[in-house]
T-cell receptor, first 110, second 114 residues
Framework: SQQGEEDPQALSIQEGENATMNCSYK?????LQWYRQNSGRGLVHLIL?????REKHSGRLRVTLDTSKKSSSLLITASRAADTASYFC??????????FGKGTMLLVSP | NAGVMQNPRHLVRRRGQEARLRCSPM?????VYWYRQLPEEGLKFMVY????????ESGMPKERFSAEFPKEGPSILRIQQVVRGDSAAYFC????????????FGEGSRLTVL
């Protein structure tokens, strides 16, 4: 069963705007991760936030985690056309595995 | 500093044939994960292996699919008697720790069953 669910499914913005994607999950976690996938490529790890952290930054990325609401958000500031990709949240499950959501497809137009 | 290497990148098979997908993890990584991705869908976990051990195969179909990670050589995902529904991208990932930290993904093997 799906652990993380991203919202929205698709997002279309102009270059320079901010993009916000949300992830909701069902069970308790010790960390939550965000990955990016360019079309036809493998996934690339963006950022990991632990359950005792509320916010984390990496360059133009800002991730928040609200364990009481079982939700996380990924904010990309000052987006660029090169940010066009699918973004997935992932949470631990089972024997040291990660469960991925269906992703948010982000399109950034020049 | 090679990353996770998967081959072949593209594979075409006719129904009933066998598909073998190979994955070499990053240097120093002893944990290998296989995922399947259907068009415009997320990744579905299939199997988690360490050297010579299958740790979790809860996502593997009960029939026709098998995986191994031998002491020497790459991890192999084997699909016997392929059907059209097996057409998908198969991704391998590796990690170096058991605490579900960051995974490093290969570029995937795209299987098309005619």
């Amino acid at each position: 069963s799906q652990q993380g669910e991203e919202d929205p499914q698709a997002l279309s913005i102009q270059e320079g705007e901010n993009a916000t994607m949300n992830c909701s999950y069902k069970t308790s976690i010790n960390n939550l991760q965000w990955y990016r996938q360019n079309s036809g490529r493998g996934l690339v790890h963006l950022i990991l936030i632990r359950s005792n952290e509320r916010e984390k930054h990496s360059g133009r990325l800002r991730v928040t985690l609200d364990t009481s609401k079982k939700s996380s958000s990924l904010l990309i500031t000052a987006s660029r056309a090169a940010d066009t990709a699918s973004y997935f949240c992932a949470t631990p499950s089972g024997y040291s595995t990660l469960t991925f959501g269906k992703g948010t497809m982000l399109l950034v137009s020049p | 500093n090679a990353g996770v290497m998967q081959n072949p990148r593209h594979l075409v098979r006719r129904r009933g044939q066998e598909a073998r997908l190979r994955c070499s993890p990053m240097k120093g990584h002893s944990h290998v994960y296989w995922y399947r991705q259907l068009p415009e869908e997320g990744l579905k976990f299939m199997v988690y292996l360490q050297k010579e051990n299958i740790i979790d195969e809860s996502g593997m179909p009960k029939e026709r699919f098998s995986a191994e990670f031998p002491k020497e050589g790459p991890s192999i995902l084997r699909i016997q008697q392929v059907v059209r529904g097996d057409s998908a991208a198969y991704f391998c990932a590796s990690g170096k720790r058991e605490d579900t930290g960051e995974l490093f993904f290969g570029e995937g093997s795209r299987l098309t069953v005619l």
